[in-house]
T-cell receptor, first 114, second 115 residues
Framework: AQSVSQHNHHVILSEAASLELGCNYS??????LFWYVQYPGQHLQLLLK??????LVKGIKGFEAEFIKSKFSFNLRKPSVQWSDTAEYFC????????????FGRGTSLIVHP | KAGVTQTPRYLIKTRGQQVTLSCSPI?????VSWYQQTPGQGLQFLFE???????NKGNFPGRFSGRQFSNSRSEMNVSTLELGDSALYLC??????????????FGPGTRLTVL
């Protein structure tokens, strides 16, 4: 069964610091990759997604993620975080063929101090 | 457009009872998925419905069931509740045929507490 690992469970940063959240998956075939964000008191929402093409994907609010196939990774980055980026971040993987069932990582809690 | 709505927002039940949760997708969305979110397991896929048919199912016991109505609204039911069923239950809808490339829009969730 495929799995998704988010290595950083809790991250605390100061404003303007750079962010990188790790995401690795175990599925061996072609995959579709997602990052979702859940701000305090808000719904889970899509941050960015990768299906094919340019492995560097840009999302909302200045976030980007790079798909490195050889490392089975899809790390999320932001060069300068803001207090408003405080949230829970989830990486997710869908195999494009066969079963639809998406697999989510356990999430990373990010706290940004002003 | 209104977003995905879920009712009720909070529920408290006791072990052995059953519960029904409701989800209204965004207007025009025909695919509805359900997830269970817990601190220990994160988000786990329960099932997905399209045009009143369950297309996909996650690895949950038969106590968890669902259905979708002709207006795309969906319900999920959990029978014989256990303490471990305490979780946030999320519903998500997608446009079109709900292909995996489609963006999922999540509701606020129903917080179920089993005592």
């Amino acid at each position: 069964a495929q799995s998704v690992s988010q290595h950083n469970h809790h991250v605390i940063l100061s404003e303007a610091a750079s962010l990188e959240l790790g995401c690795n998956y175990s599925y061996g075939g072609t995959v579709n990759l997602f990052w979702y964000v859940q701000y305090p008191g808000q719904h889970l929402q899509l941050l960015l997604k990768y299906f094919s093409g340019d492995p560097l994907v840009k999302g909302i609010k200045g976030f980007e993620a790079e798909f490195i196939k050889s490392k089975f990774s899809f790390n999320l980055r932001k060069p300068s975080v803001q207090w408003s980026d405080t949230a829970e971040y989830f990486c997710a993987v869908n195999p494009p063929e066969g079963s639809y069932i998406p697999t989510f990582g356990r999430g990373t809690s990010l706290i940004v101090h002003p | 457009k209104a977003g995905v709505t879920q009712t009720p927002r909070y529920l408290i039940k006791t072990r052995g009872q059953q519960v029904t949760l409701s989800c209204s997708p965004i207007s025009g969305h025909r695919s509805v998925s359900w997830y269970q979110q817990t601190p220990g397991q994160g988000l786990q896929f329960l099932f997905e419905y399209f045009s009143e048919t369950q297309r996909n199912k996650g690895n949950f016991p038969g106590r968890f069931s669902g259905r979708q109505f002709s207006n795309s609204r969906s319900e999920m039911n959990v029978s014989t509740l256990e303490l471990g069923d305490s979780a946030l239950y999320l519903c998500a809808s997608t446009q079109g045929r709900g292909d995996i490339t489609d963006t999922q829009y999540f509701g606020p969730g129903t917080r179920l507490t089993v005592l």
